[in-house]
């Protein structure tokens, strides 16, 4: 048997085993619902941490920038170097 046929196959089936799933007329809507929850609260997760990063890589920036800006004005209210 060929790879792509033998992956085409595992494939296949593991599709249709998913769809049999969240189908089943006797708890596939529970399935199905109790699937979105976790989806949604995985999803919540990720956003918070996502949102933390990059409120914390925004706050070193302006750090960064404020101090830049701070050695600048000192560095220009003491005049140019003298040699």
């Known amino acids: 048997m060929r790879i792509r046929t033998m992956i ?3 494939l296949g089936a593991t599709a249709g ?3 049999m799933y969240l189908l089943d007329p006797a ?5 199905r619902r109790e699937l979105g929850r976790a989806a949604v609260t995985r999803g ?4 918070s941490g996502a949102t933390r990063d990059l409120g914390a890589r925004a706050g070193e920036r ?3 920038y404020a101090e830049q ?3 600048g004005f000192a560095e220009s209210v003491a005049g140019p170097p003298r040699h």
């Open 8 to 10: 085409a196959t595992v």
């Open 17 to 19: 085993a998913g769809a």
């Open 27 to 31: 708890h596939g809507r529970s399935r």
């Open 44 to 47: 919540r997760a990720e956003v």
């Open 62 to 64: 302006a750090r960064f």
């Open 69 to 71: 800006a701070r050695t």
